[in-house]
């Protein structure tokens, strides 16, 4: 099975810096990855998806990187805003593509 | 559009006593669907997910079952409850392959 690491530290960052927050998987290299936000109490909500063969997905101001070679992805909120303030999750595709893997996620509070 | 329902939203059981949390998904068809759980401050645990009308796959052995009766009707059932089943219950769906998940409101269980 595939292990899937978040920072399980929350990150604290000031009001239009950038966060970054890494997932790094071991194992087998998924064909697709996958970013959510999950609220308190609620259920994640879909962010961004990559492709295995896409180094770089942007979205507003949300971009992730997938670098096969080293296992790892980052995902990037710039201008971060304090409503940017929740848990994001990594998810990896469980070998076959209809079930996933989560991570443990990232607490990211933004400070005004 | 597509909407997922999860019911109960909240729950209290003894030990021992049975399951059954239900989701429902409208606006789509032949969707993936899945069953996870979160421990408190944990990520997300894949237990079943299903790609088809009868056709249930388990991620992990415990006391808990699945069964899809219909097309976008998923069921979580346990004939006793353990303390450890204590969780945030979420179904999700899915439409395959490169597809982002949609996650329910999710079902808080505390077993006493």
């Known amino acids: 099975s595939q292990k899937i690491e978040q920072n399980s530290e929350a990150l604290n960052i000031q009001e239009g810096k950038t966060a970054t927050l890494t997932c790094n998987y071991t194992n087998y290299s998924p064909a697709y990855l996958q970013w959510y936000r999950q609220d308190p109490g609620r259920g994640p909500v879909f962010l961004l998806l990559?492709?295995?063969?896409?180094k770089e997905k942007r979205k507003e101001r949300l971009k992730v990187t997938f670098d096969t070679t080293l296992k790892q992805s980052l995902f990037h909120i710039t201008a971060s805003q304090p409503a940017d303030s929740a848990t994001y999750l990594c998810?990896?595709?469980?070998?076959?593509?209809?079930?996933?893997?989560f991570g443990s996620g990232t607490k990211l509070n933004v400070k005004p | 559009s597509q909407t997922i329902h999860q019911w109960p939203a909240t729950l209290v059981q003894p030990v021992g006593s049975p399951l059954s949390l239900e989701c429902t998904v409208e606006g789509t068809s032949n969707p993936n669907l899945y069953w996870y759980r979160q421990a408190a401050g944990r990520g997300l645990q894949l237990l079943f997910y299903s790609v088809g009308i009868g056709q249930i796959s388990s991620e992990v052995p415990q006391n808990l079952s699945a069964s899809r009766p219909q097309d976008r009707q998923f069921i979580l059932s346990s004939k006793k409850l353990l303390l450890s089943d204590s969780g945030f219950y979420l179904c999700?769906?899915?439409?395959?392959?490169?597809?982002?998940?949609?996650f329910g409101p999710g079902t808080r269980l505390t077993v006493t």
């Open positions: 990559i492709r295995e063969n896409e």
């Open positions: 998810a990896l595709d469980g070998g076959n593509f209809n079930k996933f893997y």
């Open positions: 999700a769906w899915s439409s395959g392959y490169l597809a982002e998940q949609y």
